[in-house]
Each structure stands twice: as C-alpha cells, then as structure tokens.
C-alpha cells in the first residue's frame, strides 16, 4: 500500500476579513486540505484557479502533481487535477482522486504539469481556457526536451 502525503491546504473562510489574516495563521485552520495520490507525486506543486471553465458562476482550480505515475510504463508523466468551484466551499480532507478531471503526459518522465496556468478565453468561444506545461517533453526519438505546452 503506498503512503499518502498531503497536498496543500486551502484557506477558505467568507466570514473572516483580511484583517484578521494579518500575521501568523497557522494553516491547521484550514477548512479543507487536499491530499496526494502517492507521496512521490509531489502534489500540489502548483495550484491555480483556471476560471470557471464550466460556466456555473464558480471559478474552477487545478492542481498539479508532476511526478504522478500514469502506470508502471510511464514513470514521472505528471498529472493536472481539475476541481470545479464549488458554491457551498470545501471542508475536510479531500483525495486528489476525487477530482472533477485528470490530465497526464504521455510519455515516462515529462513531468506534465509543473506550469499550469488560466489563460482567459483565447479562443473567444465564452470559456476560459488554460495552459499546461511540460518543461521536460520529448518525443520517442528525441531526448533534447524541449518543453512544450498544450491549450
């Protein structure tokens, strides 16, 4: 059985003013905390809202973890998480397994995911779009890895 780690905590509070923010926090007060598929993943290496992508008025987030194993083949691909916003908030402990969506590379050690990031709506098609990063992409016969990113 492998080991969880824990992705990130995520401080939501809408009955908290900045004010009271000021200083230390610590994060134990979080109302949700995301945890890892695996502890090597490197969960939550990234988190980003994306905009809301599914239009139902609550911004959407990704979060990425860019040594997720796809399988036994594909060691290190990466994987992005998509979570849609959710208008009565998190609370508690949530497995990155319950995400909304799953990205992965598709190749062994391209680590998809170490930039991801909202785009706005670059296709003007009314959804906003987002970027995905693979800094270490390569091809079958080409080992340079020049990085690319998908749309």
């Known amino acids: 059985?492998?080991?969880?780690?824990?992705?990130?905590?995520l401080l939501i509070s809408s009955?908290?003013?900045?004010?009271?923010?000021?200083?230390?926090?610590?994060?134990?007060?979080?109302?949700?905390?995301?945890?890892?598929?695996?502890?090597?993943?490197?969960?939550?290496?990234?988190?980003?809202i994306i905009g809301d992508i599914d239009n139902d008025g609550n911004d959407d987030f990704v979060i990425t973890a860019p040594k997720r194993d796809f399988d036994e083949t594909t060691a290190d691909n990466g994987g992005v998480y998509l979570f849609y916003g959710n208008a009565s908030g998190w609370s508690g402990q949530i497995s990155l397994r319950s995400a909304d969506a799953l990205f992965t590379g598709d190749l062994a050690g391209q680590e998809a995911s170490h930039d991801v990031f909202g785009l706005g709506d670059i296709n003007n098609d009314g959804y906003p779009d987002f970027g995905v990063g693979l800094k270490k992409h390569n091809t079958p016969t080409d080992s340079a890895r020049g990085g690319k990113v998908y749309l």
């Open 15 to 48: 009955s908290l003013s900045y004010a009271q923010l000021a200083g230390d926090v610590n994060l134990s007060s979080a109302n949700a905390t995301f945890w890892g598929e695996n502890e090597s993943d490197i969960a939550g290496h990234h988190v980003s």
């Open 1 to 9: 059985m492998k080991k969880l780690a824990i992705l990130f905590t």
